[in-house]
């Protein structure tokens, strides 16, 4: 008797609402799966730890949809999706879109760019997928080339591997592309005299972005005033 009661409860008890939503990430229709997968992300962070492996096997689900929520979940999780990092740098080189309707108008989203958006939501932690965006920005898709950019610079000085392709990226055809190359390496704290030199040549690119926020706000930006 006093050798059961020692032993830890190493499978505790978890909420009805984790064994329910669980079980709904294998249901036919998407909406639930979505719904699932959003629901998992406000449970307690116990719970939350023990969904990560099973949220991050949606981002192979074979709708793009949930994919996207997936990614973007994760993103939102912090520490706590650590283990799922691998997975979401996996899902870069996914190349499908799922379309939605908003004010009747198409909108297309990039499992991929989500993919990029969600590492650099979680910062240095995404350290693990660093290869992953560096062949990210080998795409043909301009804003996948910036989301990675961009994700590589939340990295910090743990990219530093990073930045020859992102000297390389500073002559992307894409302004937003070098705009965001830019930006990271000045994330990378101290940089080799190539990328110094590259960065200065730089400062003669005076090309704009502008960046819709979902405010509605517009920012107009260019890679000189980046770097100033």
């Known amino acids: 008797l006093q050798l059961l009661t020692s032993i830890p409860a190493s499978s505790e008890s978890r909420s009805a609402v984790f064994e329910a939503q669980i079980a709904n990430l294998d249901n036919p229709a998407v909406k639930v799966r979505i719904d699932a997968i959003k629901i998992l992300a406000q449970l307690k962070d116990e719970e939350i730890i023990a969904a990560v492996p099973w949220i991050s096997a949606r981002l192979r689900d074979e709708n793009p949809k949930v994919r996207i929520v997936a990614a973007r979940t994760l993103g939102t999780l912090g520490e706590l999706a650590r283990e799922a990092v ?26 991929a760019i989500s993919a990029a958006a969600a590492l650099a ?5 995404a350290s693990a997928a660093l290869k992953d965006l560096i062949h ?20 910090g000085n743990e990219a530093k591997q990073a930045s020859s392709e ?6 992307d055809p894409s302004p937003e592309t070098r705009f965001e190359a830019a930006f ?25 972005i502008t960046e819709t926020r979902l405010s509605g706000a517009k920012v107009i930006g260019s890679v000189r005033n980046c770097l100033l």
């Open 136 to 155: 990210a920005m080998k795409s043909n898709d301009a804003r996948l080339r910036a989301a990675s950019a961009k994700a590589i610079g939340y990295i």
């Open 166 to 171: 992102l000297v390389l990226a500073l002559s």
């Open 86 to 111: 691998a997975g979401i740098g996996q899902a870069l080189s996914d190349e499908q879109f799922a379309v939605t309707a908003i004010e009747d108008k198409a909108q297309f989203q990039s499992v």
């Open 184 to 208: 990271a390496l000045g994330q990378l704290g101290r940089l080799p005299d190539f990328a110094l030199d590259a960065l200065t040549k730089s400062l003669k690119d005076t090309s704009t």
């Open 121 to 125: 939501d979680l910062g240095p932690i």
